[in-house]
């Protein structure tokens, strides 16, 4: 570990609740930030890698666990980093240099020394000639190359970047990340190590040699493993493709054991215990016809980013309601190319009341807390029960505050389908009529 800046030892982030209840946003997690290399933390939207980055940034203090910097522990002084924020959070009352100039001022420089420091980065990142132009006067792409001048500025020994390209379009993230690269491998950067997040697995692919993926509620870390292909990387390749679609699998079937890393062959110790009940995505049922919808009338299958570009959303957003569908069995999602399966298309293309049916039956098929809550309700006298007997057997699964959204969703599904009825002034679950009357003990 002689080449780590940055340890997190066994750190963990949680919250307590006035009833004494904790949240954990981060589980007791161990992580380096080594020399020489470009990191890219990915995970679904919700498992805290802004958390993570701000507690190894010293932005942060985390719950339990410490941080170190060069294997002393981070105390008053803040460890030698700087940040590259996703909305570029520049002063809008001062002009390029003067903006560039901010953190050197902030740490005591002189104006000389500062005004010097700040015009060479000008000139590393491409902005020689632009020292007087206010952020009103930029486009996006060129407000995000005052912000890494505003961060190389002032030499950092790790750069951090938190999602640096997702508010600028396709084009310019694209001439930036190149630009990024070439400054990194030629090594015009003052910096020894790039510590990115990003939620974009073909940017991480192209960017990292190393990645980390995870998981949610609370964070973790599924996979951690290095990415041995040589820049400039081609997209088209089939190793860029094996690592896409290794990451992919892993962000979107959050409950299935990871596959082997491209090229790796994973140690037998390394299987993680399996939840009984998978950790459904939160989206609502009219979200995931929605989706249906599109795909099948844009010839039954779309790349998972131009899906998110049609509909004008984030692919975080987008994730939880395809894998929704891939869980219910009407969609696939393989190398970031969204399917449509015959399942799906008859759900599309059926009237309402066709549609409730057919997600009955999917959900029933493959959601376990579904098939729980219809085994118990039909079990039951009278076809009912409180819906904290479901809060306590989540809970035995998921964090407090997961509870409450897994109940929520599979209320969503479940009343869509028609498995059952909720009553809140009760708070009991009712087995619906429809399912009474087909139930095989009720025919005459």
Same mark, same amino acid.
């Given at each position: 570990?002689? +080449?780590?800046?940055?340890?997190?030892?066994?750190?963990?982030?949680?919250?307590?609740?006035?009833?004494?209840?904790?949240?954990?946003?981060?589980?007791?997690?161990?992580?380096?930030?080594?020399?020489? &290399?470009?990191?890219?933390?990915?995970?679904?939207?919700?498992?805290?890698?802004?958390?993570?980055?701000?507690?190894?940034?010293?932005?942060?203090?985390?719950?339990?666990?410490?941080?170190?910097?060069?294997?002393?522990?981070?105390?008053?002084?803040?460890?030698?980093?700087?940040?590259?924020?996703?909305?570029?959070?520049?002063?809008?009352?001062?002009?390029?240099?003067?903006?560039?100039?901010?953190?050197?001022?902030?740490?005591?420089?002189?104006?000389?020394?500062?005004?010097?420091?700040?015009? &060479?980065?000008?000139?590393?990142?491409?902005?020689?000639?632009?020292?007087?132009?206010?952020? &009103?006067?930029?486009?996006?792409?060129?407000?995000?190359?005052?912000? *890494?001048?505003?961060?190389?500025?002032?030499?950092?020994?790790?750069?951090?970047?938190?999602?640096?390209?997702?508010?600028?379009?396709?084009?310019?993230?694209?001439?930036?990340?190149?630009?990024?690269?070439?400054?990194?491998?030629?090594?015009?950067?003052?910096?020894?190590?790039?510590?990115?997040?990003?939620?974009?697995?073909?940017?991480?692919?192209?960017?990292?040699?190393?990645?980390?993926?995870?998981?949610?509620?609370?964070?973790?870390?599924?996979?951690? *493993?290095?990415?041995?292909?040589?820049?400039?990387?081609?997209?088209?390749?089939?190793?860029?493709?094996?690592?896409?679609?290794?990451?992919?699998?892993?962000?979107?079937?959050?409950?299935?054991?990871?596959?082997?890393?491209?090229?790796?062959?994973?140690?037998?110790?390394?299987?993680?215990?399996?939840?009984?009940?998978?950790?459904?995505?939160?989206?609502?049922?009219?979200?995931?016809?929605?989706?249906?919808?599109?795909?099948? +009338?844009?010839?039954?299958?779309?790349?998972?980013?131009?899906?998110?570009?049609?509909?004008?959303?984030?692919?975080?957003?987008?994730?939880?309601?395809?894998?929704?569908?891939?869980?219910?069995?009407?969609?696939?999602?393989?190398?970031? +190319?969204?399917?449509?399966?015959?399942?799906?298309?008859?759900?599309?293309?059926?009237?309402?009341?066709?549609?409730?049916?057919?997600?009955?039956?999917?959900?029933?098929?493959?959601?376990?807390?579904?098939?729980?809550?219809?085994?118990?309700?039909?079990?039951?006298?009278?076809?009912?029960?409180?819906?904290?007997? *479901?809060?306590?057997?989540?809970?035995?699964?998921?964090?407090?505050?997961?509870?409450?959204?897994? *109940?929520?969703?599979?209320?969503?599904?479940?009343?869509?389908?028609?498995?059952?009825?909720?009553?809140?002034?009760?708070?009991?679950?009712?087995?619906?009529?429809?399912?009474?009357?087909?139930?095989?003990?009720?025919?005459?």
């Amino acid at each position: 570990m002689s +080449d780590a800046i940055i340890q997190a030892r066994a750190v963990e982030k949680f919250y307590t609740q006035p009833d004494g209840n904790r949240i954990e946003v981060i589980a007791p997690t161990d992580l380096d930030v080594s020399a020489g &290399k470009i990191i890219c933390l990915l995970g679904p939207s919700g498992s805290g890698k802004s958390t993570f980055l701000r507690m190894l940034t010293g932005l942060s203090t985390p719950s339990s666990g410490e941080v170190l910097w060069h294997g002393k522990p981070v105390g008053n002084e803040p460890p030698n980093v700087a940040i590259v924020f996703q909305s570029f959070a520049l002063f809008p009352w001062l002009n390029v240099l003067q903006n560039v100039e901010a953190p050197l001022e902030a740490r005591g420089v002189a104006p000389i020394e500062r005004r010097k420091r700040a015009l &060479k980065t000008l000139d590393t990142v491409g902005l020689d000639g632009f020292e007087t132009a206010y952020p &009103k006067e930029l486009s996006g792409g060129m407000k995000q190359r005052v912000g *890494f001048a505003r961060a190389l500025v002032v030499e950092p020994e790790v750069l951090f970047m938190d999602e640096p390209f997702s508010a600028l379009d396709v084009l310019t993230a694209e001439t930036l990340r190149r630009e990024l690269l070439e400054l990194w491998l030629s090594k015009k950067m003052p910096t020894s190590a790039i510590f990115v997040v990003t939620h974009n697995i073909e940017e991480a692919v192209l960017l990292a040699d190393r990645v980390i993926v995870l998981g949610k509620n609370p964070g973790r870390i599924r996979s951690d *493993f290095e990415i041995g292909l040589a820049h400039p990387r081609d997209r088209k390749s089939g190793k860029f493709v094996e690592f896409v679609d290794y990451i992919y699998k892993i962000m979107t079937q959050p409950d299935a054991e990871p596959a082997n890393v491209p090229g790796q062959v994973r140690p037998a110790s390394t299987k993680p215990p399996r939840q009984k009940y998978q950790m459904l995505p939160h989206a609502r049922t009219a979200g995931i016809s929605g989706l249906l919808e599109i795909l099948n +009338d844009g010839g039954g299958h779309d790349d998972l980013y131009r899906l998110a570009e049609k509909l004008a959303m984030d692919v975080d957003d987008l994730l939880p309601i395809i894998e929704s569908a891939t869980i219910l069995g009407f969609a696939t999602l393989t190398e970031g +190319d969204v399917q449509i399966t015959l399942e799906g298309i008859a759900f599309a293309e059926a009237d309402i009341q066709a549609r409730k049916m057919l997600f009955r039956e999917a959900a029933l098929k493959h959601v376990a807390i579904l098939q729980c809550i219809e085994s118990v309700l039909k079990a039951k006298a009278d076809h009912s029960i409180s819906d904290e007997f *479901f809060h306590d057997i989540l809970d035995e699964h998921f964090s407090s505050d997961e509870v409450e959204r897994q *109940f929520e969703t599979a209320m969503n599904w479940g009343r869509y389908a028609e498995i059952f009825d909720h009553d809140p002034q009760n708070a009991r679950l009712v087995l619906s009529e429809p399912l009474v009357e087909i139930h095989p003990a009720t025919k005459p």
